[in-house]
């Protein structure tokens, strides 16, 4: 009887490190590195600039590949379904496919285009990373070293680190 104390001891001592373990792994499977999302920048950098050619001219608001492709746009202060043909729409999907993107976000009146490459969270505390294009922004952008690594104050807070040209990485708290 001493023994299944003690096991059950060394079970729910074990329990929180195996738990972070396998968090841990999971994570380090599924997340790219700011390296290969460079690299993915790269390869992709036509795909990049068509995406982002195609999100202005549609005036688009978001395109999302989670439960299907969506396309949004604002129409006095209400969302709106964007009719877009689904050929446009399989486009869209084709190229983010390509660019592992899951999430297009563009607007008009600031002029900034993102590309979400990995997000998380839920409510109040999501987040987002990914690239961004900015070619004469119509607000201030807050320029930092690293936007995948930046860990400043996060709240409600966009920054941006250069990859060329009109190019960024976005970190979005």
Known sequence: MKRRPKSLLITLLLLP???WAAFSFVRSQSTPSEAELL????????????????????DLIWVTQNRGLTSKKVDKNEYKDLEIPKSRLVQYQTLMRRTRINLITYSSNRKICRF??????????SWSIGYAWAKNPAIPMTIVPSAYYHTGQMRETTVYSPIEKDWYFFNLR
């Open 39 to 58: 690299v993915n920048f790269r390869q992709n950098r036509t795909a990049f600039n068509q995406l982002a050619s195609m999100a202005r001219a549609d």
């Open 17 to 19: 490190f195996m738990a």
């Open 116 to 125: 979400s490459a990995i997000n998380g969270g839920a409510l109040d505390t």
